[in-house]
């Protein structure tokens, strides 16, 4: 699940957008593999009645903005951080040194006061504490090399989870350098929120993202906040051993699956493969983390590696795909995202974003390198149109959307799940 993947396309049914946005509102899913279904959610970011600017102006040092305090005018909020958008009529997209990302409005913003200070992400100690202020009393922080996680979990699952994030970070990186797609080292370590019972993890959902339903959903990433919140899959503080904690998990693949899904989500848009409110496709962000996904259940940390044909999808693919086309074209998935909106289409959307990420990871390096690097220079709230999709993507792999496909279909349908 991520919440803040732009789209900037028609809002999702329930989903209300006030009438004086303009056409830069974003449209951000969040996604989860959860229980026996898929479920996508979508949130909607408006930058309303804002004017972009041609050129985004950014900043790299610290800007003290002043907000107007809703209903309590006598206490305005002061926050600081680098500019990433300044628009013409004075909004802003501000970045927060814990990875917050605000978007502002003239209307809420009292005052700004640019500094000569650099910016910086939060130190361990700083960010710990940070997630720490968010969340109620009983929990701990537990660093590992690349992350920093907040639990009231059993330690012993908080050390489990850790060591299945760092294996994820590894091969990630691992994987791009065999790939030569360039990523960087995330700016400072990743926050994680661990959450032992399934109620605190929605009331704290619900109190982040109010818009969204968190029905049978185990975690995400918060793209507004750059943090990964997770549900403890045990749900038993009693459990003090790994032995016991990987039994327990072993019963529950698909939500093991969700920890690697997010994990991934995370690392792609802390290493500058995509960028945080951007028009980043949902096919792409969606077929990396499942390409990733996989489990491998008899392994000590239950994943080794990406790439692993999946067990899930493989299927739907097949299926519907028996005429040597995809249900849904190729060109359709990647010019508009509806698809992925739709519980008609969504499990075919997922099926064929992971079988086309597949295909084009092991078949067209080349062309997927180049499609990354022009996606990597995407710039946030700045709208891609379908057409100008479409073109890029042929653009990268040489070829047309309808041979591409014909190829897809040829090679997952020869692949064979792994057991």
């Keep these: 699940m ?7 396309r028609t809002p999702h049914a329930g989903i209300n957008c006030r009438r004086n946005c303009r056409a830069t509102a974003l449209l951000t899913p969040e996604w989860s593999l959860a229980g026996n279904g898929l479920q996508i959610v979508a949130l909607l970011f408006c930058w309303c009645g804002l004017g972009l600017a041609e050129e985004p102006a950014s900043s790299e040092t610290l800007t003290t903005v002043v907000m107007k305090a809703s209903g309590t005018p006598d206490l305005p909020v002061e926050i600081s951080g680098r500019i990433l958008i300044e628009a013409q009529d004075g909004g802003l997209l501000l970045e927060e040194r814990n ?30 504490n940070d997630l720490l202020s968010q969340v109620q009393a009983g929990f701990e922080i537990h660093q590992t090399d690349h992350y920093v996680i907040c639990s009231n979990s059993a330690e012993e699952y908080a050390e489990f989870v850790g060591k299945l994030l760092e294996k994820v970070f590894d091969q990630y990186f691992e994987f791009m350098g065999e790939q030569e797609i360039a990523v960087r080292q995330p700016a400072g370590k990743l926050p994680v929120i661990i959450l032992q019972s399934e109620a605190e993890f929605k009331e704290f959902a619900a109190a982040q993202h109010p818009e969204t339903s968190f029905e049978d959903t185990p975690g995400y990433y918060s793209l507004r906040d750059n943090q990964m919140l997770l549900m403890d899959l045990t749900r038993d503080r009693s459990l003090r051993s790994s032995t016991a904690i990987r039994k ?73 795909s028996e005429n040597g086309v995809t249900e ?7 010019s508009v995202d509806k698809a992925f909106l739709s519980a008609e289409t969504m499990a075919t959307a997922y099926a064929e974003s992971w079988g086309l990420t597949s295909y084009l990871f092991r078949q067209q390096k080349d062309g997927m390198k180049k499609y990354l690097t ?23 792999f040489g070829k047309s959307p309808d041979e591409i496909e014909r190829e897809t279909v040829s090679f997952v349908r020869r692949l064979r799940p792994t057991r």
């Design 328 to 334: 849904i074209p190729l060109r359709d998935l990647l």
């Design 248 to 320: 327990r998990l072993s019963d529950q693949p698909l939500q093991v699956a969700t920890m690697v899904h997010e994990a991934v989500h995370q690392l792609a848009f802390n290493t500058g493969l995509q960028i945080r409110m951007a028009d980043n496709p949902f096919w792409l962000s969606e077929g990396l983390a499942l390409y990733f996904e996989p489990i491998a259940p008899r392994s000590a940390n239950l994943w080794t590696r990406p790439g692993l044909v999946s067990g899930r999808h493989h299927p739907v693919f097949v299926q519907h």
């Design 99 to 128: 990875g917050r990302i605000r978007q502002l409005t003239p209307a809420v913003i009292e005052s700004k006061t640019p500094s000569n200070v650099p910016f910086s992400a939060m130190s361990n100690d700083e960010l710990g």
């Design 2 to 8: 991520v919440a803040g993947q732009d789209s900037g």
């Design 374 to 396: 022009k996606i990597s220079q995407r710039k946030p709230l700045q709208r891609v149109s379908p057409e100008e999709r479409v073109a890029e993507f042929q653009e990268a």
